[in-house]
């Protein structure tokens, strides 16, 4: 059961090996993690605390100066417009997480339960093979279907349903499909990771006892499959949450998300302790998040 | 019988528009990129490559192009490095504290990329160093870091340990059993670490925006173009960038899958 997600599944390592080999030469095996452990300690645990540090600082006549003052905090949270777009992002987020299960979930009990084994892992390759793809471009590819001249409303236009567009692209709407179309295949992924490790007996031996097919999946395969779910979840809630590029392509502009204001006190102003601020109000709810999921996501033990 | 035929039907259509669904934008993506007129939309006019050779006319792409392709083989290439020496050093963990280690190691994944580029955007400023292609692979190695070395360790297994232990009795050197014995033995989790981390770096957007600023990656392009509204040239653009990350999310998928599924 723990290790039920790629790419968090790989505790089976590091416990057994406690043995260790007298060795000779170098002794390569003692400095082997160093490097990686240097480079993320200087590159993201350092900059992290910097980043920390000058979300106290204030920026005068557009320098940093390190002032210490919780000043850009008490801003963030009078600004009625920046709490928003946290807000905004909360809500979008929790949206498209909720979509995305249960448009994946069918989806991986069939390839788990109605697929034929040997081509389940074609179809699983098929489903999630673009995900890895073309994040940029993926969006753009939505404004396609629809705007007001895309896919959708020049066929419902041709078939005589509509006379006038519809106005899908540029909303909160669109932002939340390109989304829910991304995490689809994550969610997809990992929910069928946790299906295929239930043992078939313990369904089997549900219905033997007389539980209606309905009951099985509500009872056993259901709850078996929480971790996958939790897993798949979590990542779409990170991602999305502190995704830029969607929002900004499909979402038009009647509102923002916190990372298009993030962006926004760079871009527009390089206020680098505002944007620091929201940044971490931001980490703030992923960490939230990530605690309130622990329990599931093992993340501990990897 | 007729009710067994009715949910089968049912699971075979909800495939069918699952998969209509996931590959439906791409299609298009792809389809209107050979459009003759001057809008990516219906009706398609065509086929066509002119866009396609305005795309090549484009230096500025061209460059970009060129740019992400670098960044992505090099901070593949030291992504991947890392990646197997830390996961190589931890499986024989003489580390004292393994669990902080790999706690630190995988860390970045459940941080957001905007975040690790903020943080590194802003540490470049104070620090003073400025934004560059350099800085982009860094923040990519960053990124991706994680995956490797998660795809990488879950690939070690004990028989691996068996061998280099068997390598040392057999009088090679610690280097020597790593380097000749080891991570041959891993190419092929060692081949597609590489290959993902390669996709997701040419791929990668807002760390690119972030730490670029004159020379810059294919993404900030094609998002820069982005502005000019809906344009077949766009859709070419993407293209080229989709079946670049296909082939070599592709091949990363059939070397996992294929290669080292039979071997643990």
Redesign the interface.
């Known amino acids: 059961m723990a290790n039920n997600a ?5 505790n ?3 416990a ?2 406690k043995e ?2 007298k ?15 240097a ?3 200087l ?6 605390l ?2 920390v540090a ?1 979300s106290f600082w204030q920026r005068v006549y557009g320098r ?1 100066e390190a002032t210490w003052t919780t000043a850009n905090y008490e801003k963030f949270f009078s600004k009625s417009y920046l709490v928003e777009a946290l807000f905004n992002s909360i809500e979008v987020t929790v949206t498209t997480t909720l979509i995305s299960i249960l ?1 994946a979930y ?2 991986a009990y ?2 788990a339960h ?2 034929p084994p040997r081509w389940q ?1 074609v ?1 699983l ?3 999630i ?2 995900f ?7 969006s ?6 629809l ?1 007001d ?3 959708i409303n ?2 419902l236009i041709s078939i005589g349903l509509i006379s006038e567009p519809l106005h899908l692209a540029y909303t909160r709407g669109a932002t939340i499909l390109g989304f829910v ?1 991304f995490f ?2 994550l969610l997809t992924l990992t929910i069928y990771a946790s299906l295929i490790q239930i043992p078939q007996n313990y369904r089997h031996a549900a219905a033997d006892l007389g539980a209606s097919p309905l009951q099985v999946f509500l009872r056993i395969t259901l709850p078996l499959s929480i971790p996958g779910v939790a897993v798949g979840a979590f ?1 779409t809630f ?2 999305t ?5 969607t929002p900004q ?1 499909l979402g038009g502009n009647t509102e923002v998300l916190i ?1 298009q204001a ?1 962006m926004l006190q ?1 871009s527009r102003s390089a206020n ?1 302790p505002m ?2 601020v929201m ?1 971490i109000a ?2 703030v709810v ?1 960490t939230g998040v ?1 605690l309130a999921f622990s329990r599931h996501l093992k ?2 033990r ?1 | 019988m007729t009710k067994r035929w009715l ?2 039907a049912s ?2 259509g ?2 069918v528009a ?2 209509v ?6 299609v ?2 792809v389809l ?1 990129s050979f459009q003759d007129g001057t ?5 398609f006019e065509g086929p066509s490559l002119r866009w396609y050779e305005k795309l090549f006319a484009n230096e500025r792409l061209l460059d970009a192009l060129l740019n992400s392709l670098l960044v992505a083989v090099v901070s593949g290439l030291v992504t991947t490095l ?2 197997f ?2 996961a ?8 004292a504290i ?2 902080v ?16 580029g ?6 470049f ?2 620090v003073g160093i400025s934004k560059s292609l350099l800085a982009v692979g ?2 990519h ?2 990124i991706n ?3 490797a ?3 990488i ?2 690939q ?3 028989r691996h ?1 068996t061998i ?2 068997a390598a ?1 009795d057999l ?1 090679a ?6 380097v000749f014995i080891s991570a041959p033995m891993m190419k092929a989790s060692l081949f597609a670490a590489f290959c ?1 981390s390669a ?2 770096s040419w ?4 760390v690119a925006f ?1 730490l670029s600023q004159f020379e810059v990656t294919l ?1 900030v392009i ?2 820069e173009m ?1 502005r000019a509204g ?1 344009t077949p040239e ?2 070419a ?2 293209t080229l ?2 079946a670049i ?2 082939a070599l ?2 091949v990363a ?1 059939a070397t996992l ?1 294929f290669k080292s599924g039979g071997e643990r």
């Open positions: 790629w790419p968090f599944g790989m089976s390592t590091a057994e090996i260790t080999t060795l000779g030469g170098l002794p390569v095996t003692r400095w082997a993690a160093y490097p990686a452990l480079f993320s300690l590159f993201f645990v350092v900059p992290f910097i980043m000058v940093l448009v069918p989806l069939i390839l109605k697929v892992r179809i390759l098929l489903t093979l673009p890895w793809t073309a994040y940029v471009v993926r753009y590819s939505w404004l396609l279907v705007s001249n895309g896919i020049s066929t179309h689809t295949m990542l990170v991602i949450i502190g995704d830029y590029i392509i990372p993030i760079v680098f944007a620091s940044s931001l980490m992923v990530y993340m501990d990897v | 949910i089968s699971a075979t909800y495939l699952a998969l669904f996931i590959y439906l934008p791409v298009i993506l209107f809008l990516p939309v219906p009706p890392l990646g020496l830390a190589y050093g931890l499986s024989r963990s003489t580390i393994p669990g280690a790999r706690f630190l190691l995988i860390a970045p994944i459940t941080v957001s990329y905007l975040i690790i903020m943080g590194l955007l802003i540490s400023n104070v860094i923040g190695v960053v870091l994680p995956l070395f998660a795809i360790s879950s070690i297994s004990a340990k280099d232990a040392h009088g050197s610690d280097l020597q059993t790593m993902l996709t997701l791929d990668e957007f807002i972030l993404p094609i998002f982005l809906l766009v859709n653009a993407g960038v989709f990350s296909m999310v592709l998928a899958v």
